[in-house]
């Protein structure tokens, strides 16, 4: 007997959403397919749950939400290309977010990419992303104009800084970004995704967000930050004034139970930090389909919502 199926079958009992066949909804033209490349929570190191990336796939592009740790390598566990992620909508510029675009701005390009790296992102983005260049000119220089003469198309960056509104609309898929509260980290956007009837959000670093619940109602899945206790940022080195001051900028569990509570969403998952004890938490305040997200976790919207967990 296969020693997966008991799990199987677990999942598929305790969450009535994993139908786990995987005929259903992948063979919708209009569903929304997510792949969680990192689920991790804040800078720390975890070699289980790396930074956080969002791949949305839907009419056959591919756009990948923040550039955490990682995001290149879980991609290629995946199954998917680096040379496709040439579309990147960042949150916001902190650290655990963007630190991976170096690594799918110049390696997918050795790899023969010959379309141009484009990035949208608030405020600051152009900036950061002409300095990536410099940083790099060395090797860009030598691989584009010296040794392998790999096309400068590829390695051409297209900075996009973006407001409150539809950033992005092409083949009926369209991204419309949102402004959230991340305390001093101003401004900070999660992004909303529509395509074919469905729709997910992706919330970025927030505290609860009354613009988040707004722009999120009518959704299918709410992929949803959490915040650690001060206890356990302590527990980790932080001193007790960095803990709370930390703690102040994101969603307390409670808090996203309320989020969730009033968005409705068919599906609410933690995309980025979360565990059973936040579960716990939130169901003070909902009772709906709640999910931790892990690495390489695939959701396909569609009629039906398809959970599957990447095998042990």
Same mark, same amino acid.
């Given at each position: 007997?296969?020693?997966?199926?008991?799990?199987?079958?677990?999942?598929?009992?305790?969450?009535?959403?994993?139908?786990?066949?995987?005929?259903?909804?992948? &063979?919708?033209?209009?569903?929304? @397919?997510?792949?969680?490349?990192?689920?991790?929570?804040?800078?720390?190191?975890?070699?289980?749950?790396?930074?956080?990336?969002?791949?949305?796939?839907?009419? !056959?592009?591919?756009?990948?939400?923040?550039?955490?740790?990682?995001?290149?390598?879980?991609?290629?566990?995946?199954? /998917?290309?680096?040379?496709?992620?040439?579309?990147?909508?960042?949150?916001?510029?902190?650290?655990?977010?963007? /630190?991976?675009?170096?690594?799918?701005?110049?390696?997918?390009?050795?790899?023969?990419?010959?379309?141009?790296?484009?990035?949208?992102?608030?405020?600051?983005?152009?900036?950061?992303?002409?300095?990536?260049?410099?940083?790099?000119?060395?090797?860009?220089?030598?691989?584009?104009?010296?040794?392998? @003469?790999?096309?400068?198309?590829?390695?051409?960056?297209?900075?996009?800084?973006?407001?409150?509104?539809?950033?992005?609309? @092409?083949?009926?898929?369209?991204?419309?970004?949102?402004?959230?509260?991340?305390?001093?980290?101003?401004? &900070?956007?999660?992004?909303?995704?529509?395509?074919?009837?469905?729709?997910?959000?992706?919330?970025?670093?927030?505290?609860?967000?009354?613009?988040?619940?707004?722009?999120?109602?009518?959704?299918?899945?709410?992929?949803?930050?959490?915040?650690?206790?001060?206890?356990?940022?302590?527990?980790?080195?932080?001193?007790?004034?960095?803990?709370?001051?930390?703690?102040?900028?994101?969603?307390?569990?409670?808090?996203?139970?309320?989020?969730?509570?009033?968005? @409705?969403?068919?599906?609410?998952?933690?995309?980025?930090? !979360?565990?059973?004890?936040?579960?716990?938490?939130?169901?003070?305040?909902?009772?709906?389909?709640?999910?931790?997200?892990?690495?390489?976790?695939?959701?396909?919207?569609?009629?039906?919502?398809?959970?599957?967990?990447?095998?042990?």
């Amino acid at each position: 007997m296969n020693r997966l199926l008991p799990a199987f079958i677990a999942l598929s009992a305790c969450c009535p959403l994993a139908a786990q066949s995987a005929n259903s909804p992948a &063979a919708d033209p209009a569903s929304i @397919k997510v792949t969680l490349l990192g689920s991790g929570g804040g800078p720390r190191v975890d070699v289980r749950r790396y930074g956080i990336s969002i791949l949305v796939e839907a009419a !056959g592009q591919k756009l990948l939400f923040d550039c955490g740790r990682g995001a290149t390598l879980r991609a290629v566990e995946a199954g /998917i290309r680096p040379s496709d992620l040439d579309k990147v909508f960042l949150t916001h510029l902190h650290s655990d977010h963007i /630190i991976s675009i170096p690594d799918l701005l110049l390696t997918p390009w050795a790899e023969g990419r010959k379309t141009p790296f484009q990035v949208w992102g608030p405020p600051g983005t152009r900036s950061m992303m002409d300095k990536l260049l410099e940083a790099f000119a060395f090797d860009i220089h030598i691989r584009g104009d010296v040794d392998e @003469k790999f096309p400068k198309e590829g390695i051409r960056v297209i900075s996009t800084e973006v407001s409150e509104g539809t950033v992005y609309d @092409k083949a009926g898929v369209k991204v419309a970004a949102f402004v959230v509260d991340h305390g001093p980290v101003k401004p &900070a956007f999660g992004y909303r995704v529509d395509f074919g009837g469905h729709s997910v959000v992706m919330s970025g670093d927030t505290r609860m967000s009354e613009n988040l619940i707004r722009h999120s109602q009518g959704i299918d899945v709410l992929f949803h930050e959490v915040g650690t206790g001060v206890a356990t940022l302590i527990q980790q080195g932080i001193s007790p004034e960095q803990a709370a001051n930390i703690v102040a900028h994101h969603t307390s569990p409670e808090e996203t139970g309320i989020v969730f509570n009033r968005v @409705k969403p068919r599906l609410a998952i933690y995309a980025h930090g !979360g565990n059973a004890q936040t579960v716990t938490e939130a169901r003070k305040n909902y009772t709906g389909p709640l999910e931790v997200g892990e690495d390489l976790m695939v959701i396909r919207i569609g009629e039906k919502i398809d959970v599957q967990r990447p095998r042990p």
